[in-house]
């Protein structure tokens, strides 16, 4: 079974562009999750979704930041305009209700110039 | 609220001497507690886990962790480790009965093993 997937793993822009991070999560896991790990804060969770809805949006930094879950199979993670200091590796990780585990995915490393 | 304290940032060691990483949790209902290791540009893998019974839980590449409620600690330890074994680790702990996200990271350790 293949594992939760993230596309690109690495992400070179300018500041100012648009950036799309995406994540297909395991099949029937109903929990996604979006983290971001930087040296200085370590791992954060931004946002997680329940059956494609939001639930908790509270870490996500700034307007300039969102994310989508059109259906089951399908995430993405948005920043517009983008600064350097969102440069970090962003993490997306699934999980079933009744299982104790989350399930990571390679990450992005975005580099923001 | 929870929360989890890993008390070193980074620990060196020389291959094939035994090493401890240390958690502690803070806690107000019962947890899972789990450890997560990072290997250089990867994505967090699960090493083991506990969620009940024996308080010694057993792990992927000869890790083990013990349970020890009274301390309110999980530490992670290895009788011998390998140069592979260099990577980030993490503490984990989460709410019992686990709904939503109540998933807790501490903010790692960073484990070099020195040839």
């Known amino acids: 079974d293949a594992g939760v997937i993230q596309s690109p793993r690495h992400e070179v822009t300018e500041m100012g562009q648009e950036v799309t991070l995406r994540c297909k999560p395991i099949s029937g896991h109903d929990y996604l999750f979006w983290y971001r790990q930087t040296m200085m804060r370590g791992l954060e969770l931004l946002i997680y979704f329940n059956n494609n809805v939001p639930i908790d949006d509270s870490g996500m930094p700034e307007d300039r930041f969102s994310a989508k879950m059109p259906n089951a199979s399908f995430s993405t993670l948005k920043i517009q305009p983008s600064e350097p200091r969102d440069s970090a590796v962003y993490f997306c990780?699934?999980?079933?209700?009744?299982?104790?585990?989350?399930?990571f995915g390679p990450g992005t490393r975005l580099t923001v110039t | 609220a929870q929360s989890v304290t890993q008390l070193d940032s980074q620990v060196p060691v020389f291959e094939e001497a035994p090493v401890e990483l240390r958690c502690n949790y803070s806690s107000s209902v019962s947890v899972y507690l789990f450890w997560y290791v990072q290997y250089p540009n990867q994505g967090l893998q699960l090493l083991l886990k506990?969620?009940?019974?024996?308080?010694l839980v057993k792990g992927i590449n000869g890790f083990e962790a013990e349970f020890n409620k009274s301390q309110t600690s999980f530490h992670l330890r290895k009788p011998s480790v390998h140069i592979s074994d260099t990577a980030e680790y993490f503490c984990a702990v989460s709410v019992v009965p686990l709904t939503g996200n109540q998933f807790y990271f501490g903010t790692g350790t960073s484990l070099t093993v020195i040839p």
């Open positions: 990780a699934s999980r079933r209700t009744g299982d104790n585990e989350q399930y």
């Open positions: 506990y969620l009940s019974g024996s308080t």
